[in-house]
């Protein structure tokens, strides 16, 4: 059984920096694209990074890009998300995915 699991959310000050972690566990293969989802109250669910498993290519969302970095290891088992120079509008709860698995997300809360 594939699981997911996100930790290293917080309540932090905007302006700092702070990174997400996500394990990955149960999967055989590696061909799945790894990445972070984020949803605020009242508001769609946003892809914020993603990288995808054959090119390793990189995405960021425009919101994002230049604050944020997405990053695994070697192995497709880790996920991280930097998150640098946060602001308020980044309050969510940010859930990792791996292929079709999700986590259960972990929140952040960016005070002003």
């Known amino acids: 059984q594939v699981q997911v699991v996100e930790s290293g959310g917080g309540l932090v000050q905007a302006g700092e920096s702070l990174t997400l972690s996500c394990g990955v566990s149960?999967?055989?293969?590696?061909?799945?694209?790894l990445g972070w989802f984020r949803q605020a109250p009242g508001k769609e669910r946003e892809l914020v990074a993603s990288?995808?498993?054959?090119?390793?290519?990189?995405y960021h969302s425009e919101s994002v890009k230049g604050r944020f970095t997405v990053s695994r290891d070697n192995t497709y088992t880790i996920v991280n998300l930097q998150m640098n120079r946060v602001i308020p509008e980044d309050t969510a709860t940010y859930y990792c995915?791996?292929?079709?698995?999700w986590g259960r997300g972990t929140q952040v809360t960016v005070s002003s």
């Open positions: 149960g999967r055989t293969f590696r061909n799945y694209d």
């Open positions: 990288i995808t498993w054959n090119t390793g290519g990189i």
């Open positions: 995915f791996s292929g079709p698995d």
